[in-house]
């Protein structure tokens, strides 16, 4: 034995022993100890639970006396105890780290002190915030922490507080001061005087006092910003508050030994009870215990540092059934994580974003997350309420998305983030750049955590999916690469998260199975997770909300909807047109739409411009069935309001008279004939849908039942979802049974409809939470995704889709004794409808469960299979697109006004931005638009700016937008707007630019400002 062993030997045995069987934690300690032989060791756990830690510290330290011990047990020993936590006993046992009597003394007065005040500090003090940030502070371990919170969970607080200060007198001396500091950081301030006999919050003369009389710098939410100087003053008042305790102390009788001994003694056994020791166990706490004041601080946003963050340090807790499901993605592999909406699936991304991050950190790798999403909102909401709110105050983390306006390119921004939160598509430009050697763009190679919302979208032409071809391609030539010993492109983890995956459309089971495993192969997974073990928990997690039907009766009478039939027969005699569909009807729609389109490919104006307004009316019509007359009748009286101020009016800028068409001429005189009995009729309450009145009682039901009622109303438009809220405020009765209702809608543009910006739906969301807002009215912008838990009431409002939309807008219904109604009217389908979806739910379910109990060799054969058609097909169809733009000149394009057959340009004029905005900046083409003003455009994105709506000169037509890109203005086209004459006379209309197998010039902004530059000198 070597002398250092010895002088340990002689310290535990003859010295400290009474004083370490005080400061030691054996379980963790035995987990680091490999010279006790394993019977001793699990004596000594057995001691533990029986007799608890000081008995069992006792026999361990028995046990190293008289056992025999191997050359360096001795250092093995300190190094355990420094690694459980209990870095004061290992200065005792190590030679050269004994500390000194005076920080004993002070050690054994704080102690003492805690002791004396223990009743107060059980019974007043929030022990999950304490140990929370104690755990923050250094003051506690990590497994501390989580006994804290689990005796807490068990056994209530006064547990847990005692639980906690047993470990804080075991920990390092010095620990007094910090203890103070986070007593105040946790709103304790009378608990943090009692232990000093010191006010520090009384304030000086000078000093600024809030209400609550504490001095104005330290109330903030956040810890104070002080200066250089005011910290070493906050420092010296620490010591000497801790100094001040010998006074305070001065007339107990006890020296330190004994206080440390015998006394510490009474600490165990009066303050520590063996029942709450043996109720420690360490258990999965649920993961929304936080108090209401972290609570409002996380909700606070703020692009400041890890400690301005405006977020408190708060920890991650998963339930059994989120631990369940997130195993596999913890020890690295790629999975699908599928659960209910409301039930956590965020959570679980960030406690595996935080433990990714952990262990790679441990490795010496460099790790970096990247969370997508489909939505913009969803930006916002994932980092405010989730990834921000608990990884702030640890890593970088930011957010991307259309509505954001950052001044450095989305490339600096992966640089110089940890984790980041972007929507999908600007990955996907920026992976696109990363192939341009002018550009500046990213790798996938950059992130090694891919975190997917909502990736049951990952499949066809999405933007998912384009992500994950990059990926799977990737991985094939890394399959290539290893075979051949070469380097490999490093590629990131992959986590996808949905509710529902659905069955794309399957009638057979096999073919759900199919859509399961082709999901899976696209975004690699190795596993589909769904909760098996836990489903008990699940289930009493996320309750199935109580499911209605309300159906309303077929109209007796519909005058309304007779006149508008009668116009629209008008018009099809005007233009010998023959629907081969009733009016009002999808079927209907699609048929105008391809009239429409014919029409304008042969450039016939008569026929587009009928079409046109036959669509209107048949939109007019489907709200009539929707909302109230008097909405339906306001919607197709605006449309012509902006015929007439188009082509009836005199031009605004010139003052000349326009061109008006036959055509244009009947078809307004048309609606103005009709238009006073349409009115008259709209105003006639007994004429009105019975869905209306269905919709009217379920709410009034709903909101009378229960006493905080939240509810969602789903609607099929914007249109009907603006109207339907203008009903609700126009009705007195909704507002006596406590009904406070806005509308939800998309930002998208669109120019009948204002859209609502984000800013505008997050404003929305939030009072909803608040419970400002009772009642929203909303698109399906709300059934993906957007985090609305107090909701107890979810109604779908004749509006039935698939079954992934089922599941989502069912899981709104988050809260307890939740309602789920469906309100229809009688044969339309509508109940048949969500029938099938249900049958569908029941064949995903059934189908994933087949799936997952698939033998590992069958399902990566079956995975590899997938992903290999899958590139084949991708590459057969990039093939015959690359043929097709070959063949394609842009100069043989030429494009037409789809409002009057005019030249407006070539395609040669066309230029792109950023493969997706179409320009045309040359001076003839400016000679031949005006801009007119559309304040639902005026929003700021990423590089650009749009300003307002580009109309043709002669018979404003709407062109597309004006853009601010980087300082100059573009006007941006819509194809939509254009007929394209081809080179072989051939004349088409498009929706998108994609359409068009056609490689157009990418716009050189340089060049461009050169040449204004030169162009306005010479002038």
């Not at 931005?913 to 000679?927: G, L, Q, R």
């Given at each position: 034995?070597?002398?250092?062993?010895?002088?340990?030997?002689?310290?535990?045995?003859?010295?400290?022993?009474?004083?370490?069987?005080?400061?030691?934690?054996?379980?963790?300690?035995?987990?680091?100890?490999?010279?006790?032989?394993?019977?001793?060791?699990?004596?000594?756990?057995?001691?533990?639970?029986?007799?608890?830690?000081?008995?069992?510290?006792?026999?361990?330290?028995?046990?190293?006396?008289?056992?025999?011990?191997?050359?360096?047990?001795?250092?093995?020993?300190?190094?355990?105890?420094?690694?459980?936590?209990?870095?004061?006993?290992?200065?005792?046992?190590?030679?050269?780290?004994?500390?000194?009597?005076?920080?004993?003394?002070?050690?054994?007065?704080?102690?003492?002190?805690?002791?004396?005040?223990?009743?107060?500090?059980?019974?007043?003090?929030?022990?999950?915030?304490?140990?929370?940030?104690?755990?923050?502070?250094?003051?506690?371990?990590?497994?501390?922490?989580?006994?804290?919170?689990?005796?807490?969970?068990?056994?209530?607080?006064?547990?847990?507080?005692?639980?906690?200060?047993?470990?804080?007198?075991?920990?390092?001396?010095?620990?007094?001061?910090?203890?103070?500091?986070?007593?105040?950081?946790?709103?304790?301030?009378?608990?943090?005087?009692?232990?000093?006999?010191?006010?520090?919050?009384?304030?000086?003369?000078?000093?600024?006092?809030?209400?609550?009389?504490?001095?104005?710098?330290?109330?903030?939410?956040?810890?104070?910003?002080?200066?250089?100087?005011?910290?070493?003053?906050?420092?010296?008042?620490?010591?000497?508050?801790?100094?001040?305790?010998?006074?305070?102390?001065?007339?107990?009788?006890?020296?330190?030994?004994?206080?440390?001994?015998?006394?510490?003694?009474?600490?165990?056994?009066?303050?520590?009870?063996?029942d709450a020791e043996a109720k420690g166990n360490e258990r999965l706490s649920e993961n929304e215990d936080v108090s209401p004041d972290q609570r409002s601080q996380a909700d606070a946003t703020d692009e400041g540092g890890a400690k301005s963050t405006g977020f408190p340090e708060l920890d991650i807790h998963l339930r059994h059934y989120q631990m369940e499901v997130a195993l596999p993605a913890l020890e690295g592999k790629n999975i699908i994580i599928c659960l209910?909406?409301?039930?956590?699936?965020?959570?679980?991304?960030?406690?595996?974003?935080?433990?990714?991050?952990?262990?790679?950190?441990?490795?010496?790798?460099?790790?970096?997350?990247?969370?997508?999403?489909?939505?913009?909102?969803?930006?916002?909401?994932?980092?405010?309420?989730?990834?921000?709110?608990?990884?702030?105050?640890?890593?970088?983390?930011?957010?991307?998305?259309?509505?954001?306006?950052?001044?450095?390119?989305?490339?600096?921004?992966?640089?110089?983030?940890?984790?980041?939160?972007?929507?999908?598509?600007?990955?996907?430009?920026s992976l696109s750049n990363a192939n341009k050697e002018d550009e500046e763009g990213v790798l996938l190679s950059d992130f090694s955590l891919m975190i997917i919302d909502e990736c049951h979208h990952t499949q066809k032409a999405g933007v998912y999916n384009n992500i994950m071809t990059r990926y799977i391609n990737q991985k094939m030539k890394n399959m290539r690469l290893r075979k051949e010993n070469k380097k490999e492109m490093p590629l990131p983890q992959i986590?996808?998260?949905?509710?529902?995956?659905?069955?794309?459309?399957?009638?057979?089971?096999?073919?759900?199975?199919?859509?399961?495993?082709?999901?899976?192969?696209?975004?690699?997974?190795?596993?589909?997770?769904?909760?098996?073990?836990?489903?008990?928990?699940?289930?009493?997690?996320?309750?199935?909300?109580?499911?209605?039907?309300?159906?309303?009766?077929?109209?007796?009478?519909?005058?309304?909807?007779?006149?508008?039939?009668?116009?629209?027969?008008?018009?099809?005699?005007?233009?010998?047109?023959?629907?081969?569909?009733?009016?009002?009807?999808?079927?209907?729609?699609?048929?105008?739409?391809?009239?429409?389109?014919?029409?304008?490919?042969?450039?016939?104006?008569?026929?587009?411009?009928?079409?046109?307004?036959?669509?209107?009316?048949?939109?007019?019509?489907?709200?009539?069935?929707?909302?109230?007359?008097?909405?339906?009748?306001?919607?197709?009286?605006?449309?012509?309001?902006?015929?007439?101020?188009?082509?009836?009016?005199?031009?605004?800028?010139?003052?000349?008279?326009?061109?008006?068409?036959?055509?244009?001429?009947?078809?307004?005189?048309?609606?103005?004939?009709?238009?006073?009995?349409?009115?008259?009729?709209?105003?006639?309450?007994?004429?009105?849908?019975?869905?209306?009145?269905?919709?009217?009682?379920?709410?009034?039901?709903?909101?009378?039942?229960?006493?905080?009622?939240?509810?969602?109303?789903?609607?099929?438009?914007?249109?009907?979802?603006?109207?339907?809220?203008?009903?609700?405020?126009?009705?007195?009765?909704?507002?006596?049974?406590?009904?406070?209702?806005?509308?939800?809608?998309?930002?998208?543009?669109?120019?009948?409809?204002?859209?609502?910006?984000?800013?505008?739906?997050?404003?929305?969301?939030?009072?909803?939470?608040?419970?400002?807002?009772?009642?929203?009215?909303?698109?399906?912008?709300?059934?993906?995704?957007?985090?609305?838990?107090?909701?107890?009431?979810?109604?779908?409002?004749?509006?039935?889709?698939?079954?992934?939309?089922?599941?989502?807008?069912?899981?709104?219904?988050?809260?307890?004794?939740?309602?789920?109604?469906?309100?229809?009217?009688?044969?339309?389908?509508?109940?048949?409808?969500?029938?099938?979806?249900?049958?569908?739910?029941?064949?995903?379910?059934?189908?994933?469960?087949?799936?997952?109990?698939?033998?590992?060799?069958?399902?990566?054969?079956?995975?590899?299979?997938?992903?290999?058609?899958?590139?084949?097909?991708?590459?057969?169809?990039?093939?015959?697109?690359?043929?097709?733009?070959?063949?394609?000149?842009?100069?043989?394009?030429?494009?037409?006004?789809?409002?009057?057959?005019?030249?407006?340009?070539?395609?040669?004029?066309?230029?792109?931005?950023?493969?997706?905005?179409?320009?045309?900046?040359?001076?003839?083409?400016?000679?031949?638009?005006?801009?007119?003003?559309?304040?639902?455009?005026?929003?700021?994105?990423?590089?650009?700016?749009?300003?307002?709506?580009?109309?043709?000169?002669?018979?404003?037509?709407?062109?597309?937008?004006?853009?601010?890109?980087?300082?100059?203005?573009?006007?941006?086209?819509?194809?939509?707007?254009?007929?394209?004459?081809?080179?072989?006379?051939?004349?088409?209309?498009?929706?998108?630019?994609?359409?068009?197998?056609?490689?157009?010039?990418?716009?050189?902004?340089?060049?461009?400002?050169?040449?204004?530059?030169?162009?306005?000198?010479?002038?």
């Open positions: 034995m070597t002398t250092s062993d010895e002088n340990g030997l002689w310290l535990i045995r003859d010295c400290f022993m009474n004083t370490l069987k005080h400061l030691i934690r054996v379980e963790p300690v035995l987990d680091f100890i490999t010279f006790i032989q394993p019977e001793d060791k699990e004596t000594i756990r057995r001691t533990a639970k029986e007799k608890g830690d000081i008995s069992a510290a006792e026999l361990l330290l028995q046990t190293i006396v008289n056992k025999p011990r191997s050359d360096g047990w001795l250092r093995e020993f300190v190094t355990a105890l420094e690694s459980a936590g209990c870095k004061y006993a290992a200065k005792y046992v190590d030679p050269s780290e004994l500390p000194p009597p005076s920080l004993e003394a002070t050690n054994d007065y704080c102690t003492r002190l805690i002791e004396l005040l223990a009743p107060d500090l059980v019974d007043k003090m929030n022990a999950k915030d304490v140990a929370f940030r104690c755990y923050a502070q250094n003051i506690l371990t990590q497994e501390d922490k989580e006994k804290i919170t689990a005796e807490v969970t068990n056994s209530g607080n006064t547990s847990g507080a005692r639980l906690l200060l047993k470990r804080i007198v075991q920990t390092e001396a010095g620990w007094f001061s910090n203890f103070l500091e986070v007593l105040r950081f946790c709103k304790h301030e009378d608990l943090a005087e009692q232990l000093t006999g010191v006010n520090i919050f009384e304030p000086e003369e000078g000093q600024t006092v809030e209400e609550d009389g504490k001095p104005g710098v330290l109330v903030a939410d956040q810890e104070p910003v002080v200066n250089e100087e005011q910290s070493e003053q906050d420092n010296s008042i620490s010591l000497d508050n801790e100094k001040s305790l010998n006074n305070s102390l001065a007339d107990n009788d006890s020296n330190p030994e004994e206080s440390i001994g015998d006394e510490s003694g009474n600490l165990e056994s009066d303050l520590y009870s063996a209910p909406t409301g039930s956590g699936k965020t959570r679980v991304a960030v406690y595996i974003t935080r433990e990714h991050l952990v262990k790679m950190k441990a490795n010496e790798t460099p790790g970096k997350v990247v969370v997508l999403v489909n939505k913009v909102p969803l930006v916002e909401q994932h980092y405010r309420t989730e990834f921000g709110k608990f990884l702030k105050h640890l890593y970088k983390v930011e957010k991307v998305s259309g509505d954001s306006q950052l001044k450095i390119s989305f490339s600096d921004v992966v640089k110089k983030t940890d984790i980041l939160i972007c929507t999908a598509q600007i990955l996907e430009n986590l996808g998260l949905t509710a529902s995956p659905g069955v794309g459309g399957a009638r057979k089971q096999s073919k759900a199975e199919e859509h399961i495993l082709k999901i899976c192969a696209n975004l690699d997974a190795y596993k589909i997770m769904t909760v098996q073990k836990n489903a008990e928990e699940l289930g009493e997690k996320v309750k199935e909300p109580y499911k209605t039907f309300a159906i309303a009766e077929e109209r007796r009478e519909d005058p309304f909807g007779d006149v508008i039939k009668r116009i629209m027969q008008e018009i099809h005699r005007h233009c010998t047109m023959h629907p081969s569909s009733d009016p009002g009807t999808q079927n209907y729609e699609q048929w105008a739409v391809q009239k429409e389109k014919t029409a304008a490919k042969e450039e016939n104006q008569r026929d587009r411009v009928c079409a046109e307004h036959l669509r209107k009316y048949n939109d007019t019509l489907q709200l009539n069935d929707t909302i109230r007359m008097a909405d339906a009748f306001d919607y197709v009286k605006n449309f012509y309001k902006e015929v007439e101020r188009k082509k009836f009016q005199p031009d605004e800028e010139t003052g000349a008279e326009r061109e008006i068409s036959e055509t244009d001429r009947v078809l307004f005189n048309l609606f103005r004939d009709n238009q006073k009995e349409l009115e008259e009729l709209s105003r006639k309450p007994e004429y009105e849908n019975e869905k209306l009145a269905q919709l009217r009682k379920t709410i009034l039901e709903q909101f009378t039942r229960k006493g905080e009622a939240r509810g969602i109303i789903f609607t099929k438009t914007r249109q009907s979802a603006i109207a339907l809220h203008q009903w609700i405020k126009d009705n007195d009765k909704f507002d006596e049974v406590g009904v406070k209702a806005n509308y939800l809608i998309g930002a998208g543009h669109n120019s009948i409809v204002k859209p609502m910006t984000p800013a505008e739906q997050r404003d929305v969301i939030e009072k909803f939470r608040t419970g400002e807002i009772n009642l929203i009215v909303a698109t399906t912008v709300a059934e993906e995704g957007l985090d609305i838990k107090q909701c107890n009431i979810v109604i779908r409002y004749g509006l039935v889709t698939n079954e992934i939309a089922m599941v989502q807008a069912r899981g709104r219904a988050r809260a307890d004794e939740s309602t789920y109604a469906l309100v229809a009217q009688e044969g339309t389908g509508v109940v048949e409808r969500e029938s099938v979806n249900s049958f569908r739910e029941t064949m995903m379910n059934k189908a994933i469960a087949k799936v997952q109990k698939l033998p590992r060799a069958e399902y990566m054969k079956k995975i590899l299979g997938f992903q290999m058609q899958s590139i084949v097909e991708k590459k057969v169809q990039a093939k015959k697109k690359q043929q097709k733009v070959l063949h394609e000149d842009p100069s043989k394009l030429k494009f037409l006004c789809k409002g009057c057959n005019r030249l407006v340009c070539s395609g040669e004029n066309i230029e792109v931005i950023e493969d997706s905005h179409h320009v045309n900046v040359t001076e003839a083409f400016k000679e031949l638009f005006v801009v007119r003003e559309n304040k639902s455009l005026q929003k700021r994105l990423l590089d650009y700016q749009v300003n307002g709506d580009i109309e043709c000169k002669h018979c404003t037509q709407t062109w597309g937008t004006m853009m601010l890109h980087r300082g100059v203005e573009c006007p941006c086209l819509g194809i939509r707007h254009f007929v394209v004459v081809h080179s072989d006379k051939d004349t088409k209309t498009y929706n998108k630019w994609n359409e068009l197998k056609t490689k157009f010039t990418s716009f050189d902004y340089v060049e461009h400002v050169s040449l204004a530059g030169s162009s306005s000198d010479d002038d």
